[in-house]
């Protein structure tokens, strides 16, 4: 029964009635919890009515989606006969489900009856496997046994295949070991198997395969021995051709070589056969270049500058220098590991062996020694034509240079090296010896000494070739090891050259007075002095020299006090001073006797008055050295001071009273 609420709708039946006092929630709660209606859906919703409307379950929502199908209008009726249609719809649907699982009972029964003839075609199979297994079991057996006779079969086929493979070589190796054709980089790998199936075999020896392990060492050695044969003989052949220093038979050469040291034998007959065709090769390349140049004539034949002995012997040497270093460079190549092929020259030289290093040495002193020969031929014929002094020293500083220099490539007691310092040996005799024909020459023929006592034209000319000896000299000093010897040399060339021509100096002012004689000899040495002082190692020599000036100056020092008491007219006192020195028992005024002492005292007077450059000896004027000029007046003067000073001492003690003026009041007017 309806009741209506305050805002006047009707309330549904189980809705609770809403009274005015609905405000109070004490008195609403207890009616909508004791509503029938209300704690049916609360049970249905399994919650607290409206409020656990967000906990519904998927199933509740898909029935409430189901009813809104059929469900369309919420009245009276359909509500009471919505039982009914619910009945009735789930008959429809049980019916339709009925229909629906006929038809798959059908089909399940089709599968039932085929899975039966299946059933019965499996258990034919089985029954007839079972009477084949029966027929063919030994040839079962039988094919097992044969599988496993195979297994070991091919497993003894890996092993020999394994073996085979360690203690055989490969077709294409034994081709390339035993063919005829050239050697290959092939036939090193091949020998290089050879040698290590060699070693493999010993490993056989200790185990129980002797008789392989022997067989293959014995097959191994014999085809070793073989190759090592036809190595040789391609050695020899390619040493003996004319591109044995290609790059690319430089390779094969030096693993050629590398291998041939197994056979100390073969290594030293294939040095030797290295060495001969490498100095025939040599040989033939220097005598072509001497008389034919280069390809197309570039460079010129060194025969064509044979007019210049220096030149001409400098091109020579300097041609086999370059040969010495190429050749050496390689041997080098030749007897270093192949593995340092890459590394540079330098770096090869460091890690070559010192017993292979003396090998190199031994093949390049063998190979280079060809070259003497010609080369000594040549050196006698231009050094018997070369007739000027300078030239001979120039050849025998270049032969000096050119040996210390290739000596640093190959032993200093190499052929070649012995052979060039025994040329060097001989342009230096040769040199000495003309020397001493000069220095006869010049004693032969003396000149007169000129006028005016300068040196004469014959000084000038040997000293003129003297500056260029020292001069090619001085260049060939820089060498330090070379120094002592270069001493030796020098002074025994300075003595060569300087003794007969002051001898000759001598002779020539025999016929000079003293002072002339005197002054002539200190302008000769005085230029030998000025050309020697610019050169190194002639300090010695130029001592030598300075003490015969200070001889020769001695004698123009005391000339010039003679003149200076000469032109002071002092004589008649000095005289009477040397009486009493002689006499010194006598009294000094005795030996004054007959002297005008004023007379004197007052031409003295005039002499200091007027003294000058005037006063001093003509030869003083003469000299070409202005210090040494000078310094005979700095001596003669002090000299002469000296002198007075023991006179005015003498003169005061006997007359009592200074008749002469005081020695440092004349000093001062001689200044």
Known sequence: KKKQNKNGRMAEPGEPAVSEGATSSGTGSTAAASNPLTRKLAKIL??????????LSDSLVDAMAGLSEFFKDNTKRARSSLRGDLERRSLVLNTDFLTAFKEVQVKLQGVE???????????DMTARLQASRAETADLIGKTTALQADKHKLVLRRDVLGVFLARFQLTPEQEAALTGRDDVTPMFFEALQRVQAIHEDCKVLLRTQQQDAGLSIMENMATMQEQAYERLFRWTQSACRGSNADAQDNIVLLNRAVTAL???????????DELASSRRNYIVRAFIDALTR????GVPRPIDLNSFDTLRYISDMLAWIHQCVASEREMLISLLSMPQEQAASPSKRRKQLEPEDMERVQQVLDNIIEGTCRPFKTRVEQTLMAAAGIVVLFRVSSVMQFYCSTICDLIAPTAAFPVFLEEMRELSLKMFFDALNVHANSLLANVELPPADLTPP???ES????????????????????????HRTELSRILAAVLDPLLQMCTLSASGLQTPDMATYIINCIYRVQSTLVLYQFTDQRVEMLDAQ?????DTLVHEQVRHMIFRSNLLPLFSALKKWQDDPKSSFTQHLTGVNLGTAIQLFDNYLREFGSS???????LLLSISIRNKIQERATALFLQQYSELYTQMTDATGAAALRPPDQVLSLLQ
């Open 46 to 55: 399994g919650g607290d009515g409206l409020s656990s409307s967000a906990a």
């Open 457 to 459: 034209h014959a000084l």
């Open 113 to 123: 009856q085929d899975i039966a003839e299946m059933a019965h075609c499996c258990n």
């Open 293 to 296: 140049g280069g390809p197309g």
């Open 549 to 553: 000036i200070d001889a020769h100056t």
């Open 261 to 271: 040291r197994a056979r100390p034998v073969l290594f030293k007959y294939t040095l």
């Open 615 to 621: 006063d001093r000896i003509s030869q003083c004027a």
């Open 462 to 485: 040997t000293l003129s070739v003297l500056r260029e000896v020292l001069t090619a000299y001085d260049g060939a000093l820089d060498q330090q090891q070379q120094q002592q010897r």
